[in-house]
């Protein structure tokens, strides 16, 4: 075939809205939530080698963003500065999750003089209930963190980095927060965004989540929430929010009739759970299945890639292996890890144009989300 047909026919490059980019699995806080609370001492605390990191970079080209940040206190990489600046320099937006523990002023001004994009500090709470919670990242510490970003980027006469407050709601807080517009007010946070518990780690904390709510305690929240949005963009502030379908109710995006574990041509009971090898006939009918599923966590347009350069659809799907058992008793707590390449060996759009890979988004795209993504509740927040 000649050069320019063979370009034509090509398969083209896909662009990502953004790839997060797990730095390290270390973490000093203990947020009671946190898959790496649950695994105690079996979990693996590691670093992505700076090496590691500029391969990533160069095989994520074609990403708008890149959010560093996965299991762990981005904070803590000793290299951190040097990946933010390499990051943006790069050419990508960057963003980044922390406790704010270790944004002191000297971070803050590092933050504002490498040109990130965005920081987001996190909350689970307004006062002693986000202590009780986030163990080791007290909300006097995070408002402190916030007050330095705001003082940096004022020094500078900048407009970046964007600051965010990442708020996670839980059951037993649902007025929680109505609480922030106060105690934000005047801090130079632009956005918070409201998340309720989606990976529910130790039976303890089951109803801490949504997933079981009826309709009538969703729409009492619901209006909660539209109270806060108000009293939010009173105070100059965005704030958004999504919320689970009531329990039992049928959503888009949920297989009423899925097969049978080990019958699914992606269930990790019938080919081995973290790298698939799809026969091309499955594919096929993979691709073929209806629906109109819509996942939260964007996996037809963003990837994640973990401390060791494998490529997930998203968070939940890259937990690190806990290496011990849960506080529980049980070791399930990354019983659903799925894996498709990595960038130490590919790129991200060798590894995205892969036949697994594709079948599993074409899944999603297609109402029929395979066995370790079934009864997700990304698929029912809207």
């Not at 996965?70 to 000793?78: A, I, V």
């Not at 990130?116 to 963190?145: C, I, K, Q």
């Not at 009531?246 to 080919?271: K, T, Y």
């Not at 939940?316 to 894996?339: H, I, K, S, W, Y």
Request: glycine share 10%; with cysteine.
């Amino acid at each position: 075939m000649f050069p320019a047909l063979r370009a034509l026919f090509r398969p083209r490059r896909p662009r990502w809205d953004w790839v997060q980019v797990e730095v390290t699995t270390r973490c000093d806080a203990a947020c009671a939530y946190c898959p790496r609370t649950a695994c105690g001492n079996g979990w693996r605390d590691a670093d992505m080698p700076q090496a590691l990191f500029r391969r990533v970079l160069h095989a994520c080209r074609g990403a708008r963003r890149v959010h560093l940040q996965g299991w762990g206190e981005p904070l803590l990489h000793p290299r951190y500065p040097d990946m933010l600046a390499e990051a943006v320099a790069a050419g990508y937006e960057v963003g980044l999750t922390t406790n704010g523990m270790h944004l002191d002023a000297d971070m803050a001004r590092t933050l504002v003089a490498a040109g990130v994009d965005m920081v987001a500090l996190s909350l689970a709470g307004t006062g002693p209930r986000n202590d009780a919670v986030r163990r080791g990242a007290p909300v006097a510490r995070v408002l402190e963190a916030l007050d330095r970003l705001r003082e940096a980027k004022a020094r500078a006469g900048g407009a970046l980095p964007g600051v965010h407050l990442a708020y996670m709601l839980l059951r037993s807080d649902a007025d929680g927060p109505e609480g922030l517009p106060a105690l934000l007010r005047g801090r130079g946070v632009e956005t918070v965004v409201v998340s309720t518990l989606d990976h529910v780690t130790a039976p303890e904390l089951a109803g801490e989540s949504f997933a079981h709510a009826g309709a009538e305690e969703l729409a009492a929240l619901r209006r909660r929430l539209e109270r806060a949005e108000a009293a939010a963009r009173a105070a100059g502030i965005r704030m958004v929010w999504r919320l689970p379908q009531p329990a039992g109710h049928h959503a888009p995006g949920e297989v009423m009739d899925a097969p049978a574990r080990g019958e699914h041509p992606l269930s990790p009971g019938s080919s081995p759970p973290e790298l698939w090898d799809i026969p091309e006939d499955m594919l096929h009918a993979l691709a073929a299945r209806e629906g109109d599923a819509c996942c939260t966590e964007n996996v037809g347009r963003a990837a994640v890639v973990t401390v060791d350069g494998m490529v997930a659809p998203c968070v939940f799907a890259a937990l690190p292996r806990c290496g011990g058992r849960a506080r529980d008793g049980t070791n399930e707590v990354t019983a659903q890890r799925m894996f498709f390449g990595s960038v130490a060996d590919a790129t991200l759009a060798e590894v995205w144009q892969r036949p697994a890979y594709a079948a599993f988004r074409a899944a999603h795209a297609r109402g029929a989300p395979p066995p370790p993504c079934e009864g997700c509740i990304k698929l029912r927040v809207h």
